[in-house]
């Protein structure tokens, strides 16, 4: 079975950056699409970023464009979260979360598409 545990996570700055992983183990993730979830206290789950199976096409949602970048490793145990110019209202737990795709297969930045997920690791972003 696939586990997903993240890590990287932290308090920083507004303006600051933190890397965020998301390392697999059971399985690697060579056939598995990858998404970045958030959850602020009082809201719900909303979708970050993904990447696809071979890591050559990638989705961001609006509000992290040109400040988050999502990359996988080589080995294809890992996926990061590269978040730069932090702001306070990046404040979430954030959640890695894969399904087994094709290699074809453009990722959404669905919840209900992922059936493999971690426990989260908080970002806070404050002064």
């Known amino acids: 079975q696939l586990q997903l545990v993240e890590s990287g996570g932290g308090l920083v700055q507004p303006g600051g950056s933190l890397r965020l992983s998301c390392i697999a183990s059971g399985f690697t993730l060579s056939y598995y699409a990858v998404a970045w979830f958030r959850q602020a206290p009082g809201k719900e789950r909303e979708g970050v970023s993904c990447?696809?199976?071979?890591?050559?096409?990638?989705v961001y949602a609006d509000f992290v464009k040109g400040r988050f970048t999502i990359a996988r490793d080589g080995a294809k145990t890992t996926v990061y979260l590269q978040m730069n110019s932090l702001k306070p209202e990046d404040t979430a737990v954030y959640y890695c979360?894969?399904?087994?795709?094709?290699?074809?297969?453009?990722?959404?930045?669905?919840?209900?598409?992922?059936?493999?997920w971690g426990q989260g690791t908080q970002v806070t972003v404050s002064s």
């Open positions: 990447i696809n199976m071979s890591g050559d096409s990638t």
């Open positions: 979360a894969a399904e087994v795709v094709g290699p074809e297969y453009v990722c959404k930045l669905h919840p209900h598409d992922y059936d493999s």
